[in-house]
């Protein structure tokens, strides 16, 4: 076939193509270049256009479809762009449920399409026949199935523009087998916002104003800044207002890596195994500015013990966040990147200099307590000194992709993100598995960076088959295993509020080795603190995939910590 160029050649045809062509096109005027996905029956007509596409749209095999969504999640974090993911009918559309159900409480802006039955058969059970469509519709910002094949490259467009817009989030299409056969001209437009769909709410300047006059007279303030500053792309704004006002800023788990760490003014890691200082003094602030965070539990312990003594902005794009978890005096409801701007021209500039050094305080006590004994260990290695090890020598410039349990935290506290879009890690849903296809797509979306996945034993073997698409793919990852034979974080509650009662946390693993070493990806394997330096240099200076196996101590436990139903101030630092 004749290489299609894009323009109008691309975005019009009078000449009748197949509505699986019409997804492929459409794809491509909405300038996709990667997607993530895995044949079967129900998508195969679209599968049979890719064909033709090859030098146009990049498609990864994975092994899963679950990895084809959590790929397009990494991607999608990494690039700023829309990943997208494919999959069959039946199971395959609902393999990567709980993918969808990730992206939407990360705010991850993705797009699933999905093959169906022919029409005909709809409502019939038919072989592969579920209705993704209602399945898919709590943890969606949109779920459609196509009815005709004339309306594709119209739904598609508006599935992307949604998907993007306002609190970005996963869009799923689902497109019965008949329609993918189905022809009729093409003609394409992209899709805006006087079509009616509600990207963004009107900044009042009534609002920035009341904001503004808070800032001004507050003498104990915190800003907590959420993944909305990352999304906006408001890290400019959010330093420019911190320098002005003088507020030490607080980042939630995935606002990480959008205030630069090495500031005089960031005072470390909201939540549960986040740093002291935040967490301690928080029921201390007389002002909390929140920006892009929706105070989840994680971050605000016990509700009714929480920050009783402050005022609260609370500056998010998505109104239904806004007073859904704690009470605030000021709504700011916003763009955070509009809204910062605003509130940059209207407050004072002060300094909190004696404020600023409690935290300071709170840190020299954790420093003491607790970080140097896990960076510079006795005897061992521990996850935090594996950490320690990785950012140096990537100089903290890396995209650092986690999965979710103890080294998900220790990565998160020790890893200081110096560059936007660095972290990328499962929040709300904590869904293990996440890291190893997500890095996938994370390396895909920043080429032209280091991309390093942290995993645990136990999230590495819920998907460890994509190790077959990053060996097929010569995907870059640099793949580091922190091996310490248990579900960790599991137990570690259960040594601390169940008597030491390890029921079923201990992992009977295999040797990762000839696991690896069969998918010809490079491999080495480290248990001695001296082995360590040498063996990160080797994996970093090795141009395509590698995986580090590093035997870390089984009972080591993440601090400090605020226990469930805690409130936020009663820190354990052992």
Known sequence: MENIQYGETLRRSEQPITGAEAIVRTLLCENVDILFGYPGGGIMPT?????????ELR???????????????????????????????????????????????????????????GGKLLGTDAFQEIDIMNISLPITKWSVQIRSVEEIPDVIARAFYIARSGRPGPVLVDIPKDI???????SYTPWSSSKGVK???????????????????????MMLVGQGVTLSGAE?????????????????????????????????????HGNYGPNLLTNECDLLVAVGMRFDDRVTGDLSRYAKKAKIIHIDIDEAEIG????????????????????????????????????????????????????????????????????????????????????????SRYYPFKRQRSQITSGGLGTMGFGLPASMGAALGALHRTTVAVIGDGGL?????????????????????LNNNFLGMVRQWQELFFEKRYSFVEMSNPDFGMIVKGYGIPYEKVDKQEELPLAVERMLKCSGPYFLEVVVEKEDNVFPMVPAGCAVNEVRLK
């Open 461 to 481: 073997q819920m998907k460890i088959q994509e190790l077959g698409t990053i060996s097929n793919e010569n995907i870059p990852v640099k793949i580091v295993l």
């Open 59 to 117: 498609h990864i095999l994975v092994r899963h479809e679950q990895g084809a969504i959590h790929a397009a999640q990494g991607y999608a974090r990494s690039s700023g762009k829309v990943g997208v993911a494919l999959a069959t009918s039946g199971p395959g559309a609902t393999n990567l449920v709980t993918g969808i159900a990730d992206a939407y409480l990360d705010s991850t802006p993705v797009v699933c399409l999905t093959g169906q039955v």
């Open 199 to 221: 990207v963004k709410p009107t900044l009042s300047m009534k609002q920035v104003e009341a904001a503004a006059a808070l800032i001004n007279e507050a003498c104990r303030p």
């Open 324 to 411: 859904k978890n704690v009470p605030v005096d000021v709504p700011v409801l916003a763009d955070a990147k509009e809204a910062l701007e605003a509130l940059c021209a209207c407050i004072s500039r002060r300094e909190h200099g004696s404020w600023v050094a409690r935290f300071k305080e709170c840190m020299a006590t954790e420093q003491q307590e607790v970080i140097e004994n896990q960076l510079h260990p006795k005897k061992g290695i521990t996850m935090g000194m594996v950490v320690k090890e990785v950012a140096e020598k990537t100089e903290g410039e890396a995209v650092v992709v986690t999965d979710v349990g103890q080294h998900q935290m220790v990565t």
């Open 236 to 272: 400019k704004e959010l330093l420019q207002l911190a320098e002005i006002s003088g507020i030490p800023v607080a980042q939630t788990l995935l606002g990480l890596s959008s205030f630069p760490t090495d500031h005089p003014l960031y005072v470390g890691l909201l939540g549960m």
């Open 180 to 186: 993918q056969f189905a022809k009729a001209p093409y």
């Open 47 to 55: 599968y049979d256009a890719l064909f033709d596409y090859k030098n």
